[in-house]
């Protein structure tokens, strides 16, 4: 069976990089039927942040990534990694290292000074073993550093890069007990994997340059190593690596800001992936993204963290979700800004309706922000700033303002058709064209007038909401006023 884990360190908020590791692994243990594995690596005592694994929690809740089991916490379980690290002395595979911080830092900067890469000098693995005892007799302090082959190479196919070379030589001899008995992360994941028979380890590529200590761990152990498979970075647009002083990087940070959960699991599932055939078809649910999803299928090179993008799908998933809810549309859209109307505004409900259908899109995506989008209509009355009306790019001045309101003001007082947006328009066109202005010249005026605002929706749908009696009010003050 396929078994699949997410073990994030609790050392701050679930960045999207980690997200979409989490979906990943999800994602491939639900389209096999396998299981999904939460855990904690919590080892790291000094980075770890309070509160942090509960945030981890509620994030994945949050976004529908329901695991299996879990949450295993490391911390908890510091007693098997340190019965496998003297497993690990036992076998020769691990020794201990007495080397105290002064020593470890000399010789950093010696090789620093040199161009050298860091790497232990392997001076504890040297030590002769009276001089070891005497050591450990007088309880010196010690971690176990595992003991890589001074030659050969490891090398393995990952899911996503394909053949993947190192060679011993160039790797260092990692800790992987600390001196007060914690693991460190290598000791701490490779244990855990094993125990919790994970078959496939799908993380990001930052982890690349840890496999080959890892697959070392398992061969030592007689272990049977899992697949591997290391996801592209993460980039913004600038194709640098995704980082905070570019935008938000903690999820939490988006489903804050309104975020849908469905909308960013669609994108960051679309960060370095798609399921092929149509390009172009890009929103797909959860289970959708479940019968889809293929670990051959993402992309090799980093992948761009398009917010716009994610606006978009954003829109889009607010849309389906309103679309899909059972009911009257306006009813619905009405039932989602509600709240934040003020209650004088609902007496004539119908008129409420029609104000809320001419900024339909903008509820959808900011519910909150209603009362704002649809106050012009609720005005008394308001002052038609004239150098707003008088537009130069519009051609239009005073005069031109003039005649367009009188002309359309003329041409609805005979005119009944006032639900029909179409009718409006093709009656008001005939309003251009008998005045012999641009259609701007004309239509500016009148939606000014109407609206007292520069920017609002469009002057059919306006008059179609005001309705005629109170358009031709607006229409006839803002003309006496000019
Ligand atoms: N604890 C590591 C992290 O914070 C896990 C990396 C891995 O998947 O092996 O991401």
Redesign the pocket.
């Given at each position: 069976m396929i078994r699949t884990?997410f073990?994030?360190?609790p050392?701050g908020f679930l960045h999207v990089g980690?997200l979409r590791?989490a979906l990943y692994n999800y994602l491939y243990a639900r389209k096999h039927g396998g299981k999904f594995v939460f855990r904690i690596?919590d080892t790291d005592r000094a980075r770890a942040v309070p509160g942090a694994t509960e945030n981890l929690i509620e994030t994945l809740q949050w976004a529908g990534l329901d695991y299996d089991e879990g949450p295993y916490i490391q911390s908890q379980r510091t007693d098997l990694y340190k019965k496998y690290a003297d497993e690990l002395l036992k076998l020769g595979a691990a020794y201990q290292c007495f080397c105290t911080a002064e020593r470890l830092e000399k010789m950093r900067n010696e090789q620093e000074a040199h161009k050298l890469a860091p790497k232990y000098d392997r001076h504890c693995l040297k030590l002769p073993a009276a001089e070891k005892e005497k050591l450990i007799a007088a309880q010196t302090p010690f971690v176990i550093r595992q003991k890589i082959p001074a030659s050969g190479e490891v090398a393995w196919n990952d899911l996503v890069r394909g053949d993947v070379t190192f060679q011993c030589e160039t790797i260092d001899d990692q800790i992987l007990l600390k001196s007060d008995g914690f693991p460190t992360?290598h000791l701490a994941?490779v244990v855990d994997d094993h125990l919790m028979e994970i078959t496939h380890?799908i993380?990001?590529e930052e982890?690349l340059s840890?496999t080959p200590k890892h697959i070392l761990l398992y061969r030592a152990l007689g272990w049977k190593q899992p697949e591997f498979g290391h996801l592209p970075l993460l980039l913004n647009k600038d194709r640098t690596k995704l980082s905070k002083r570019q935008g938000d990087v903690a999820v939490e940070d988006y489903r804050k800001k309104g975020y849908l959960p469905e909308a960013v699991i669609n994108f960051i599932a679309l960060l370095g992936w798609h399921p092929g055939g149509d390009e172009t078809n890009e929103i797909f649910s959860l289970v959708e993204l479940i019968e889809k999803f293929s670990i051959e299928k993402v992309h090799k090179g980093g992948a761009i963290f398009d917010l716009e993008k994610l606006d978009w799908m954003n829109w889009q998933w607010r849309r389906r979700k309103f679309e899909a809810q059972q009911g009257d549309h306006e009813e619905k859209l009405l039932k989602l800004c509600d709240e934040f109307l003020p209650t004088e505004w609902k007496t004539n409900k119908e008129f409420l309706k029609r104000c809320l259908r001419t900024v339909e899109e903008k509820i959808l995506q900011r519910p909150s922000e209603t009362k704002q989008y649809i106050e012009f209509y609720f005005k008394e009355s308001f002052d038609v700033p004239v150098d707003l009306i008088a537009n130069p790019k519009m051609k239009v001045d005073l005069s031109t303002a003039k005649t367009a309101l009188s002309g359309v003001i003329e041409a609805l007082e005979s005119f009944e058709k006032f639900d029909n947006q179409e009718a409006l328009k093709t009656h008001l066109l005939e309003v251009v064209a008998k005045l012999g202005l641009k259609n701007g010249q004309v239509f500016w005026p009148t939606r000014v007038a109407l609206t007292g605002e520069q920017f609002s929706p469009g002057v059919f749908e306006v008059l179609w909401a005001l309705g005629k009696e109170m358009a031709i009010e607006r229409l006839k003050k803002a003309l006496k006023n000019l």
């Open positions: 884990r073990p994030p360190s050392t980690g590791t690596e992360y994941n380890v993380r990001g982890w840890s």
